[in-house]
């Protein structure tokens, strides 16, 4: 190395002293630095603090000012949720009415709510007996409107103003029409196949009859011929077939289908059972607080007249007797007037009450699920019949008329229509075990009802009363062409079943104006997206979609009240309304009653005005609170141009607008800026409504405004969504 290397070698070294400083200068920047991050720290942390400070009392001055003027926000709403009791007033008045226009009418037909005169109608067509199939078809139409008209008077009249003693007679009513219609088709099925050999068919030597209505299919066949060959039975221009056994096919028997698009096979179920208690109380409360309210408001009245009557005569004793009188009479009007509005008050008051505990009965949840002894029976709060009821039957061959001297002969049995027992109870007769295999069955599907999986097949048990499944195999269903075909044991009612609750919980839901008193609910759900149409007291389904495809329905178009509309949808498979058990099948976002019925009343107080939607915070919120997103309706173009929504935050007695959108990450109750507290979502809204939006809520009819809480509650999207 030489000499200059060296050199510089030298001053590249760095002295122990030199070391140390450097040392000591870092732990000094280090220091600094830290102590420089802990005063950020600390300012960001007073800052932070301080920012809180200003929230939380911002947030107690918005809680005092809600709290201040919660009183009379209540008091608003309270008068704005009059038009429930209204509505009621209206429903009853239409009730007497309906009485009244049966009464004026004297078509001849019963009214089915008159023990009397229903009980006479079933007396008299008792006995009539010599009834055909056809004249029999024709008078069911009357008597399936009869028992319409019983159905719906337990369904639309309110627990508080429906007695017990009605229930049975409207229950036991509904059953004895039931069992005398089926009665009659036997009987005229019996008089039918008497005549069976003189209606043979040419070709084949056995009589067919097909008898179709807009409510019952009769199919019939009469095994004239006896032929082993003959082994398939299907009916001409029909798709329905028997694939029947050897036995049967050389038996003297006849075949009978009578599809009934209605279901009076399944029990019916009883009104006051869901929560007895709780109607009970409330009729017991209505009836007398009523009471007890005339009573003391008679007292009060007697007692201010007669003060007034004393004021009165210590001030005017001079005045003629003539004056004292004109006087009394005039006080006497007013006292009168005043006893009239204040009970016309208290009544009012009740009534709200007992429609508020009437609206509550609809989402109340059942505490217990129902138990089922058998393995294979349906549970049919799980399951829905769909299609009526295919009543299969194998009878014996009566005595055929035979002609003699220009008269025609029958021997008429004294037990009527006798069943063919298939297979018989005791089979030691017969050679081979297989001798009575299953019989292959394939029948058409009703043509409006919808299964949006393949149905499963039920067999109807006689003597335990309800719908089993096990003696049904090699089910095959046929979704184009509406054929369902399967091997059952032994013949006898059969029906069609779905999963109730298929199309729940649902995916999405909008409600939305159309006009004043005309609003558009639209329910998205797995397999199907329904929009029903709303006006003061009727519904509309007004179109449904499969698949997200356009699907026709016969219901499309055709105006009902709220009650009757949802029976016809539940009839055809578009079941969308949760019932008392329905939580026990279905993962659902649980609500707290109180919350959800008051959301519900207080959304459709602001339908005429405002849309509402789902949201997706409804499920962060827990059971006390529900989320919907808002906006005010514009016209469709824009909607269409401004498709923001407002998120509402509600809790029963507090509403509030929320900081988060739709496409926020994270959930917040943060309050939007520039915004309060209010007690109600009316009065929420009110503070960025516009004149018109106010104008249309105020406006809205009380009918219209009932019939769309009636829908909401029925449908419970808050929890079901």
């Not at 030298?10 to 630095?33: G, P, V």
């Not at 009934?260 to 179920?269: G, I, M, S, V």
């Not at 009526?388 to 037990?415: R, S, T």
Request: with cysteine; net charge negative.
């Amino acid at each position: 190395m030489g000499p200059k290397a060296k050199k510089s070698a030298r001053k590249k070294k760095i002295t122990k002293a030199e070391r140390l400083k450097q040392l000591q200068e870092e732990e000094e920047r280090r220091q600094k630095e830290e102590e420089e991050t802990r005063v950020k720290h600390e300012k960001e942390e007073m800052e932070r603090l301080e920012r809180q400070r200003v929230e939380r009392e911002k947030w107690h001055q918005l809680e005092a000012k809600d709290l201040e003027r919660r009183n009379e926000e209540l008091e608003e709403l309270y008068l704005l949720e009059e038009c429930f009791p209204e509505a009621e007033k209206l429903k009853q008045d239409t009730r007497l009415l309906s009485q009244w226009n049966h009464y004026i009418q004297c078509d001849g037909s019963p009214d089915p709510s008159v023990s009397p005169e229903i009980n006479t109608f079933i007396s008299l067509w008792k006995e009539e007996t010599n009834e055909t199939l056809e004249e029999v078809i024709a008078k069911s139409k009357l008597v399936l409107n009869l028992i319409e008209k019983l159905r719906l008077l337990l369904l639309q009249t309110p627990s508080y103003d429906l007695e017990d003693k009605a229930i049975i007679q409207y229950q036991g009513s509904i059953l004895e029409l039931q069992e005398l219609l089926h009665l009659k088709f036997n009987v005229a099925t019996e008089r039918l196949l008497r005549q069976a050999s003189t209606l043979a068919d040419l070709d084949s030597g056995n009589m067919e009859k097909v008898i179709q209505d807009e409510n019952v299919t009769v199919y019939v066949w009469a095994n004239l011929k006896k032929n082993p060959r003959y082994r398939s039975v299907r009916f001409s221009e029909t798709q329905i077939r028997f694939e029947i056994p050897r036995i049967l096919a050389t038996s003297g028997i006849a075949i009978r289908l009578l599809h009934t698009h209605y279901d009076h096979a399944t029990p019916l179920r009883p009104v006051s059972a869901s929560l007895p208690g709780h109607t009970a109380t409330v009729t017991h409360f209505v009836k007398g607080e009523v009471q007890k309210g005339e009573a003391e408001i008679s007292k009060e009245l007697q007692e201010e007249y007669k003060q007034q009557e004393c004021e009165s005569v210590s001030v005017c004793e001079e005045e003629t007797k003539v004056e004292e009188q004109g006087d009394t009479e005039v006080q006497m009007s007013f006292v009168q007037e005043e006893s009239e509005a204040t009970k016309c008050e208290l009544e009012m008051k009740l009534l709200s009450e007992a429609v508020f505990a009437a609206q509550l009965l609809l989402i109340e949840n059942a505490n217990e699920k129902p138990c089922f002894c058998e393995d294979n029976e349906v549970d049919l709060c799980q399951f829905t019949t769909l299609g009526g009821v295919y009543h299969l039957d194998i009878f014996e061959l009566p005595p055929q008329c035979k002609p003699m001297k220009g008269w025609m002969i029958v021997e008429i049995l004294k037990e009527g229509l006798q069943k063919y027992i298939y297979p018989p109870e005791s089979t030691e007769d017969f050679e081979t075990e297989n001798a009575f295999p299953p019989i292959e069955v394939t029948l058409e599907v009703q043509e409006n009802v919808i299964f949006f999986e393949d149905p499963m097949v039920a067999r109807w048990d006689a003597e335990g009363k309800h719908w089993q499944t096990d003696g049904i195999s090699n089910v095959l269903y046929q979704s184009e062409e509406r054929l369902i075909t399967f091997s059952l044991e032994t013949f006898g009612p059969v029906t069609l079943i779905q999963d109730t609750h298929i199309n729940m919980p649902f995916q999405s839901w909008e409600l939305r104006p159309l006009d004043v008193n005309k609003v558009l609910l639209t329910v998205t759900t797995v397999f199907t997206e329904i929009q029903i149409q709303i006006k003061e007291n009727l519904c509309m389904l007004a179109s449904v979609k499969v698949d997200n495809k356009k699907h026709s329905s016969t219901l499309e178009g055709r105006w009902m009240t709220p009650i009757s509309f949802i029976l016809a949808l539940k009839e055809t498979g578009l079941n969308i309304f949760p019932t008392g058990h329905s939580h026990f099948y279905v993962v659902i976002n649980r609500k707290e009653p109180l919350v959800e019925i008051k959301a519900y009343r207080q959304l459709a107080l602001l339908s005429s005005a405002f849309a509402f939607g789902w949201s997706k915070w409804n499920v962060e919120c827990g059971s006390k609170k529900v989320i919907v997103k808002l906006r005010e309706h514009l016209t469709e173009e824009e909607l269409v141009q401004d498709p923001n929504w407002t998120l509402l935050m509600f809790s029963g007695d507090r509403a509030q607008r929320l900081k988060i959108n739709e496409n926020s990450e994270t959930f917040s109750e943060a309050l939007k800026e520039e915004t309060e507290f209010h007690s109600t979502l009316y009065h929420l809204v009110k503070d960025f409504a516009s004149k018109e939006a106010m104008e249309k809520i105020r406006s809205s009819k009380c009918q219209f405004i009932d019939s769309v809480c009636y829908m909401l509650l029925s449908t419970r999207l808050l929890s079901y969504s």
